[in-house]
């Protein structure tokens, strides 16, 4: 249906007005391309939008600018106009205003919906609700179309916006036109198939089956498998869709342009004269045949090397032409070979399924100190160039959380992932049914798993060990990412989760500390256990370092190296209370070597972009760098460069030197207590040292952290006696063999906060 002229003008209208109005026209509207999920996929259906969730906390947002803050007292008036379909009864708004500066349940305003799959409308006066935090300037908000969300609903949201009146709000919503415009592209999403209908094909009375695969069941999906056509009315033989490819977790997408009956098959693509070619080209050739873009096979000979013919090329862009893939202008390839890949090229870009690394899964998913961090910026802070400048920052691993996850930018995230090294887990709730929630993206070599969840408690072990254990099996060794409590944690956070209470520095018990990382060890398959421990404080205007900072980081430890699993933390980025501060270079340094004394494998930020402007973290919430950015990434580039010596040993523990009453954060149960290869240590000044047995052979390795508690700003002066006739120092990531002096002691200078990591051959 085409939109009236006079409704296309009021369109117009509110779009001019959008960086003043804060108005969104979805639906036969131009705000769609602006809509940013959290937890769900945007479809477009014949001008409608369509939200399907993929986890339990499906999110909406748009990006607001500062020209568009609007006064809360002048719009009190929310309305929203939807369409559900689901059993969930409630809606919620989430906002900031100039004194609430984050989405908290302080904004939480929830209101009544029903998912009866009709059109209706929710109108809400904003200051009734008990929080009274209505007030000032709304500077943001979110849309939570239920809360919570089920994967099993699905969410139409027309339009949606702020009013100074019930009464205009009320106009807004009526005057809605949610009729489909079959003149525009739609999509159709089930498990394992995505399906493009171009516009001008669909019409009144249509049956969405009927441009569907009939069974997304297939044996062995490769290159050779495709999408075959039979017309509805039955004429004609049954013919190759050329714009179609099946990965090989069975997910397909291709391209409907008429009703009829669309079903896999593998097709017979034998060729005796191709074994000798890259594999690359292999599949090429084999993609191109199944899709009948190249004829003149003969006796199952291919003839790769021979001249591309004119007929053979002129066929070929005719097929394609028919699907608004234009090769008419692109030179013709010299050889058939040469051909495939230019066709086999041209349908993965138009249908989204093209995958261009350098890098293989097997090297994302190498042993190495990963380095990385929780990353839920703002839309607006999203750019074009996000992941470049953070794999910049010596980051090669990520957890794409919120709008960075959502559909809209999925495929920038995967493609620039693929591209620039970094390993990616994706909260985007695919843990529910693994199998089919990740084929979609399942061969972007940097897909490495999916966020769970934060800080369980003990009585959510065997529930999650469930969902983690079939994840991690039916993936085939991805991660189901969890982050566990700190020690500081008290005795109901570790037993019914975080928020059970806030996270305070409570009277610690390792003890029963170490009982919730034994039993998460036992219970769950992935190779990983990973917390958070964040030790710099400000206290009464002094830097103040967490008193139990290092047996807090020992115990998690000890139940990775007991259960063979990696260790991983996060470490602290920014102060989002005033109590916390933003680390300097020297003291990510330090954080980062007493984590790697203990064998740290795994150092995350949390987090990396702010969500507050007075609480900016590596970037602030508009996107832009700071300071911190600049000290961490000198830190992980020092990092980076020492790692695979570094993951040629394993940890065995750490001891501390000089540990004093007056060192208190130095403090851990179960020391090493003889470690051979180091003699004898002269030092005034306290040290922590990590001990590690060589995997491979009897080297050794070590390092020393300089443990002078940081408001100091002291510098160590460290002389050693090391067992071992090649002792490798590497200073600030630079490999150096030290020589020892004419007492047989090695000399190390450690400033404030700086670590060492030493080989001993």
Same mark, same amino acid.
């Given at each position: 249906m085409k939109t009236p002229l006079l409704f296309l003008s009021i369109i117009a209208s509110a779009g001019t007005l959008s960086a003043r109005e804060p108005v969104w026209v979805f639906n036969n509207g131009p705000d769609a391309?602006?809509?940013?999920?959290?937890?769900?996929?945007?479809?477009?259906?014949?001008?409608?939008?369509?939200?399907?969730?993929?986890?339990?906390?499906?999110?909406?947002?748009?990006?607001?600018?500062?020209?568009?803050?609007?006064?809360?007292?002048?719009?009190?008036?929310?309305?929203?106009?939807?369409?559900?379909?689901?059993?969930?009864?409630?809606?919620?708004?989430?906002?900031?205003?100039?004194?609430?500066?984050?989405?908290?349940?302080?904004?939480?305003?929830?209101?009544?919906?029903?998912?009866?799959?009709?059109?209706?409308?929710?109108?809400?006066?904003?200051?009734?609700?008990?929080?009274?935090?209505?007030?000032?300037?709304?500077?943001?908000?979110?849309?939570?179309?239920?809360?919570?969300?089920?994967?099993?609903?699905?969410?139409?949201?027309?339009?949606?916006?702020?009013?100074?009146?019930e009464a205009e709000a009320q106009r807004f919503v009526e005057t809605a036109v949610d009729a489909p415009d079959y003149s525009e592209p739609t999509e159709f999403v089930a498990p394992l198939e995505r399906v493009l209908v171009p516009g001008g094909c669909l019409s009144d009375g249509f049956d969405r089956a009927e441009f569907m695969l009939q069974s997304t069941a297939i044996e062995h999906p490769s290159e050779t498998t495709v999408v075959r056509f039979r017309p509805k009315d039955g004429s004609g033989d049954?013919?190759?869709?050329?714009?179609?490819?099946?990965?090989?977790?069975? *997910?397909?997408?291709?391209?409907?342009?008429?009703?009829?009956?669309?079903? @896999? %098959?593998? +097709?017979?693509?034998?060729?005796? /004269? =191709?074994?000798?070619?890259?594999?690359?080209?292999?599949?090429?050739?084999?993609?191109?045949?199944?899709?009948?873009?190249?004829?003149?096979?003969?006796?199952?000979? *291919?003839?790769?090397?021979?001249?591309?013919?004119?007929?053979?090329?002129? @066929? %070929?862009? +005719?097929?394609?032409?028919?699907? /608004? =893939?234009?090769?008419?202008?692109?030179?013709?390839?010299?050889?058939?070979?040469?051909?495939?890949?230019?066709?086999?090229?041209?349908?993965?870009?138009?249908?989204?399924?093209?995958?261009?690394?350098?890098?293989?899964?097997?090297?994302?998913?190498?042993?190495?100190?990963r380095v990385g961090a929780w990353v839920s910026p703002r839309p607006e802070a999203i750019g074009k160039d996000f992941i470049e400048i953070y794999r910049s920052g010596g980051f090669d691993w990520i957890i794409a959380h919120g709008a960075l996850a959502g559909s809209e930018h999925r495929e920038m995230l995967l493609g620039d992932c693929d591209k620039h090294g970094v390993e990616l887990v994706l909260g985007d709730g695919a843990y529910q049914d693994p199998a089919v929630a990740t084929a979609e993206y399942f061969d972007h070599p940097c897909f490495a798993g999916t966020y769970v969840t934060d800080e369980p408690g003990?009585?959510?072990?065997?529930?999650?060990?469930?969902?983690?254990?079939?994840?991690?099996?039916?993936?085939?060794?991805?991660?189901?990412?969890?982050?566990?409590?700190p020690m500081y944690a008290n005795a109901a956070q570790l037993k019914y989760g975080a928020s059970a209470a806030a996270i305070e520095y409570y009277d610690s018990d390792p003890d029963l500390y170490k009982k919730y990382c034994d039993s998460f060890c036992r219970k769950f398959d992935a190779p990983y256990i990973c917390t958070d421990i964040y030790p710099l404080n400000w206290i009464e205007g002094r830097r103040v370092t967490y008193k139990d900072y290092c047996e807090s980081i020992n115990i998690i430890a000890a139940s990775a190296r007991e259960y063979d699993k990696d260790f991983w933390c996060c470490i602290q980025t920014f102060a989002w209370v005033p109590s916390k501060r933003t680390p300097t270079e020297s003291e990510f340094r330090w954080q980062s070597y007493c984590m790697l004394s203990f064998g740290c494998k795994g150092l995350l930020c949390w987090t990396y972009a702010g969500d507050r402007p007075e609480c900016p973290s590596l970037i602030t919430a508009e996107g832009q760098r700071t300071n911190a950015w600049y000290d961490a990434a000198m830190v992980f580039k020092e990092i980076r460069k020492i790692s695979d010596a570094f993951v040629r040993y394993r940890n065995i523990g750490a001891l501390a030197h000089r540990c004093t009453d007056e060192t208190p954060y130095l403090k851990f149960s179960n020391p090493v207590r003889a470690f051979p290869t180091i003699e004898e240590i002269q030092c005034?000044?306290?040290?922590?040292?990590?001990?590690?047995?060589?995997?491979?052979?009897?080297?050794?390795?070590?390092?020393?952290?300089n443990m002078s508690e940081l408001e100091a700003v002291k510098t160590a002066h460290v002389r050693m006696k090391i067992a071992g006739p090649t002792v490798v120092a590497w200073p600030r990531g630079q490999r150096t063999v030290l020589n020892p002096d004419a007492d047989g002691f090695y000399h190390l200078t450690l400033s404030s906060g700086e670590g060492i990591f030493v080989e001993v051959e």
């Open positions: 391309k602006l809509i940013s999920l959290g937890q769900g996929q945007l479809y477009h259906e014949a001008g409608l939008t369509k939200l399907i969730p993929t986890g339990t906390d499906l999110t909406l947002a748009v990006p607001m600018g500062s020209d568009e803050a609007f006064p809360a007292d002048e719009r009190p008036f929310f309305a929203v106009r939807y369409k559900y379909k689901t059993t969930v009864t409630q809606a919620g708004l989430f906002f900031t205003t100039d004194t609430l500066t984050a989405l908290s349940d302080k904004s939480y305003s929830s209101f009544s919906v029903v998912g009866d799959n009709t059109w209706r409308t929710a109108v809400v006066d904003m200051r009734k609700f008990d929080h009274k935090n209505w007030t000032g300037t709304i500077t943001s908000f979110r849309f939570d179309p239920t809360n919570p969300s089920d994967t099993d609903s699905i969410y139409q949201v027309s339009r949606l916006g702020f009013f100074p009146s049954e013919s190759v869709i050329p714009l179609c490819q099946t990965n090989r977790r069975g *997910f397909t997408r291709f391209v409907a342009k008429k009703p009829g009956k669309y079903r @896999l %098959a593998n +097709e017979d693509v034998r060729l005796d /004269d =191709i074994s000798s070619l890259a594999a690359k080209t292999q599949s090429a050739i084999q993609f191109a045949v199944a899709r009948r873009l190249l004829d003149g096979v003969q006796d199952r000979k *291919f003839r790769p090397n021979e001249p591309l013919s004119d007929p053979a090329w002129k @066929l %070929a862009v +005719e097929s394609l032409g028919e699907y /608004d =893939i234009h090769l008419k202008s692109e030179a013709k390839p010299a050889t058939r070979a040469e051909a495939a890949a230019v066709l086999q090229t041209a349908i993965q870009t138009a249908l989204g399924t093209a995958i261009d690394s350098r890098y293989t899964n097997e090297y994302f998913t190498r042993d190495r100190i003990t009585d959510q072990y065997d529930q999650l060990a469930a969902i983690c254990n079939t994840y991690y099996r039916e993936t085939g060794g991805k991660l189901p990412y969890i982050n566990l409590l005034d000044d306290p040290l922590l040292v990590g001990c590690f047995a060589g995997k491979d052979g009897p080297a050794t390795a070590l390092t020393v952290v």
